[in-house]
């Protein structure tokens, strides 16, 4: 069965900064992984997908690796700033049968 | 815009009652998910959709049931079987790409 952890699960950084958020995963046989952010109350909005083939994604100062066969991925965050701070939340596709996530990482960045 | 919508944002339930969440999207897709979100805790997977009028029970489906007779549409019923329902419910409906969420639907019980 496919577990998810991620760490740290909370991270609190002053503006600026450039951080590193991870995430393992217990099965490497998957198609897809995505991060996602969550503000408090919030539904969840998709921040990058990594498709199973490739090694990494970036998004403005978002930069997500994926490392299949070690079962990691990390979201690199690059000069963060306040309105950075929320729980950044990884899933796995475990080709199509259901998205299992992590617990997340709750992010505060401080003016 | 496409999305989904959940509808309400915020449901109380007595205890005893049964209560139904709604989901609704207009993506055309053909998966639909419902997730429960308790505090400082990841998803876990209720009941998923792969396709109309098929269902599938998740991790934690008991005290929960589903319907799924239309594609843009998969309410989710909290049953007075669930014995602690209060929780952030959240939907989603991936396309072969990326996944989409509704807002949630925020559940007490008084």
């Known amino acids: 069965k496919q577990e998810v952890t991620q760490i740290p699960a909370a991270l609190s950084v002053p503006e600026g900064e450039n951080l590193v958020l991870n995430c393992s995963f217990t099965?490497?046989?998957?198609?897809?992984l995505q991060w996602f952010r969550q503000d408090p109350g919030k539904g969840l909005t998709s921040l990058l997908l990594?498709?199973?083939?490739?090694r990494e994604q970036t998004s403005g100062r978002l930069n997500a690796s994926l490392d299949k066969s070690s079962g990691r991925s990390t979201l690199y965050i690059a000069a963060s700033q306040p309105g950075d701070s929320a729980t950044y939340l990884c899933?796995?596709?475990?080709?199509?049968?259901?998205?299992?996530f992590g617990p997340g990482t709750r992010l505060s960045v401080l003016p | 815009d496409g999305g989904i919508t959940q509808s309400p944002k915020y449901l109380f339930r007595k205890e005893g009652q049964n209560v139904t969440l709604s989901c609704e999207q207009n993506?055309?897709?053909?998966?639909m998910y419902w997730y429960r979100q308790d505090p400082g805790q990841g998803l876990r997977l209720i009941y998923y959709?792969?396709?109309?009028?098929?269902?599938q029970k998740g991790d934690i489906a008991e005290g929960y049931s589903v319907s799924r007779e239309k594609k843009e549409s998969f309410p989710l019923t909290v049953t007075s079987a669930q014995k602690n329902p209060t929780a952030f419910y959240l939907c989603a409906s991936p396309s072969a790409t990326e996944a989409f969420f509704g807002q949630g639907t925020r559940l007490t019980v008084v």
């Open positions: 899933a796995v596709d475990n080709y199509g049968q259901n998205f299992v």
């Open positions: 099965d490497s046989a998957i198609y897809n």
């Open positions: 959709s792969q396709i109309v009028n098929d269902f």
């Open positions: 993506l055309n897709h053909d998966a």
């Open positions: 990594i498709q199973s083939s490739q």
